[in-house]
């Protein structure tokens, strides 16, 4: 398992080349630069933006450029500074990810823990009311965008009936209580799992139903275990295998809805920073958030199959 | 001395090029009460006379929700319009523009002019006096070196200062004194009191001494700077809030507020959520479209006023049909402005009779009227170009072709695509086919190296939006004969020897009488040559706490926060 796990990290260096060497390409693929929003500037000369080029080395071959990135990120963890804010990449990316990593984490919990209630109910329930009732609230839930989603939580929960804050961290001004934050956390939260309880939910329903019908849970029941043990012993352990899959896949999703709830409600994280760049052409702060979150995801993915093997032997795997 | 400019706008109705974003930083609204000034006397509303009388109160927050958020304190380093938001709190500039459009002193005692014998008699020579009682928030007294140091920080070419046009014109800065600053100009250059620490604020020696160079460029300053303004730094929570609070030092008036919050709200309709449930108390440059719903808030007063930005068609001069000047002509006289305004605009922008901003000094109203509305004398003028409906099918024709002209904009910008299609038919019903070929925002405004659509030409009419200022120097690089791109943005490609040479006239003008004279003159020519169509000029829409008092936006790169340290909270 360990030489497994080396091997798997020791991957991850070529991943994070290609990765990163393809959102470079495509980047610089856009016109415009982060000089570009000067260009239209009539008192900014074609010296000035010429200047500006070479102080940030842009004037230099692309693949100079990215071979010179690489570099400083194999080499010296050195993620360079932003040509928009100036400041260190990795410091701009260390006081965003805290916030992000807590929005996703809790949603990624709420969503584990409400999604797979719901798909098990479902499953044990398959078709009854219950179980139709929850399957129509799922696709409804999976075919609305989830800026809309934002702004209809954001409408009712804040401004009709004034339960919880619009948007931020804190209350500004008042003094840190653990309370307020968690008030500020709950639509966030809420906004961001709900799909993710929507399809994790399927998913369950689908992998336990199966699972339920197969012989050996006949046999388990014919050897007298009580319906709890059936269930969790045999039932659940064998459905894990395709869930994990799913929710280990789901983990880019919550990247991406991470922006959009980030946007709506203001929350200060990675997803509204690499936003943010995106439209000033911020290269750096560009390529170290794109390198930071696909090792998440990458680690998420590894996390997942050692999980495999710990529920399933037949998947243990060979040293 | 840069033509200061906002970068982008997201989720915003104005999306599009630099130019357009342009509009966050000419935000403005002159208000629903009329300015007041220490020695003007104008007629104010009931509400506001109780106030004054009371007379500005000190303490309280205000809580000022923005869609963007600073990329660093610097306007030397980021001429964004959110930049020069925050930092008209924290620095001091030698002038400002109030919301009348005058220039005023900030932290020089007077303007310089001839008669007070702050310029010299061959223009070459300025002198400034800084005002005895300048401090730096940690105490120190603003000097003059610090200006020559700011001036050396501006000059240095590893720091990434956008533009240094008219600083370029400067010879050598003298400080005589501690408090006199003396610039020495190698050449003639006109505007040079209205751009002189206009747009960049006067930075502290004693804290940037060594953070020259290179490290000017990322020093920690930008993000807990030192200033000489109404307000000091106090924190700055990346993606949350920016607070400043108020200086005991301050020179002028006020400051009256303990405090002074931004909170940076990406989305619009957050901003509108939080102005409804009262956690911010102003909303500046809020999305037009939500200006039914702002004025339904209780308790929150609506500032509308024109912006600096205005939309406009340009015409390419190149193309075989519109080098005939009765075609322009006909073209300007078949747009209904009024028409567009109100249809696609619900009557929220004012029509732009001219490029000129109307209450400009530079604003020539006799020739405003010259090509107002009218399809009869477009008709008339079609006919004597030659263009007749030969074929009966309500479009005219010459030799055989229709007569046809391509229109483009930026794609996907609702309003501009429903101002296509107003126009489209009124060109019809004076037998033009207007037909309709838009392009993304990157492709429109490229460089000339990226083949930009209006750069290389490529185009018959294009409609989008120019930043206007103040001063019209800035007309050269879009109507002279030696700014045809890639030279320059004269996009339209008139070449027009007059104008050229008056354009010329203009930006070395320096005696104002006569500089305006000559934009006078180059509004007529421009009204008879129509290279462009100016259409209307955006409107700003500012939502504030009516318990805010003083709050006079102003359209002007001064930008909305410029009389800050005269805000107070009245009942």
Known sequence: ?319 | MRFSLNQYKPFGLWLGAAVVGALVLASSGCGSQPASDDKTTVRRTPSERNNVAAGPVRGGRVTIGVQQEPEKLSEILSATAINNLVCNLIFSKFVKYDDQLRLVPDIIETIPTVQNGGISEDYLTYTYKLRQDARWHDGKPVTAEDVKFTFGVIMDPRVNVESREGWDAVGSVETPDSKTVVFRLKHTFPDFVSETFFDESVLPKHLLSGETGEKFNTSPFHREPVGSGPFKFKEWVPGSHLTVTRSNTYYGDGPYLDEVVFKFIPSENTLLVQLKTGEIDLYDNADVSFLDQLKTIPGVAVHMTPTMMYEHLDLNMENEILRDRRVRQALSLATDKEAIAKIVYNGLVHVAPLDEYPSSKYYNSDVAAALEFNQLRARQLLRDAGWVDEDGDGILEKNGRDLTLTICTTAGRINREQTELVLKNQYREVGIDLKIKNYNSTVLYGSYEENGILKRGEFDLALYAWLSSPEPATKEDLYSSRTVPPNGQNHSRIQHAELTELLALGSNEIDEERRIRIYHDIAEILVEEVPVIPLFWYTAVDACTGRLKNYRPNPTQSADTWNANTWYLGG
């Open chain 1, 1 to 319: 398992m360990a030489v497994y796990v080396l091997k798997r990290v020791l991957g991850l260096v070529p991943l994070v080349v290609l990765v990163t060497a393809v959102c470079f390409a495509l980047m610089h693929a856009i016109p415009g630069g982060p000089e570009g929003v000067l260009a239209d500037n009539p008192k900014v000369k074609p010296d000035d933006l010429a200047r500006i080029r070479a102080n940030f080395g842009l004037d230099r071959p692309l693949v100079v450029q990215y071979g010179l990135w690489l570099k400083r990120v194999l080499l010296h963890a050195d993620f360079g500074y932003s040509y928009v804010t100036g400041e260190p990449v990795i410091r701009m990316i260390g006081r965003r990810l805290p916030a992000t990593l807590e929005l996703m984490g809790s949603a990624f919990l709420l969503s584990l823990l409400i999604g797979l209630s719901i798909g098990v109910v479902s499953a044990l329930k398959k078709h009854t009311t219950l179980d139709s009732v929850l399957t129509v609230g799922s696709i409804a839930v999976i075919s609305v965008p989830l800026f809309w989603l934002a702004l209809m939580s954001m409408m009712l929960f804040a401004v009709q009936w004034r339960l919880l804050p619009s948007a931020g961290m804190h209350t500004l001004g008042a003094p840190f209580s653990v309370l307020d934050h968690l008030r500020h956390l709950v639509l966030p939260t809420m906004v961001l799992s709900l799909t993710l309880v929507a399809s994790w939910s399927r998913y369950t329903r689908e992998a336990l139903g199966d699972v339920l019908t197969a012989d050996y849970i006949d046999v388990a029941r014919a050897k007298g275990l009580s319906n709890a043990a059936v269930l969790f012993r045999h039932g659940l352990r064998n459905a894990a295998t395709p869930v994990i899959t799913v929710v280990a896949m789901s983990v880019p999703i919550l990247f991406t809805g991470s922006v959009i709830v980030e946007m709506v409600f203001s929350w200060p994280g990675m997803g509204r920073l690499f936003y943010e760049g995106l439209l000033r052409h911020d290269y750096t702060r560009l390529m170290g958030i794109v390198l930071v979150s696909s090792l998440l995801v990458a680690v998420f993915n590894l996390l997942a199959d050692c999980l495999y093997g710990i529920f399933d032997p037949r998947v243990r795997y060979a040293r």
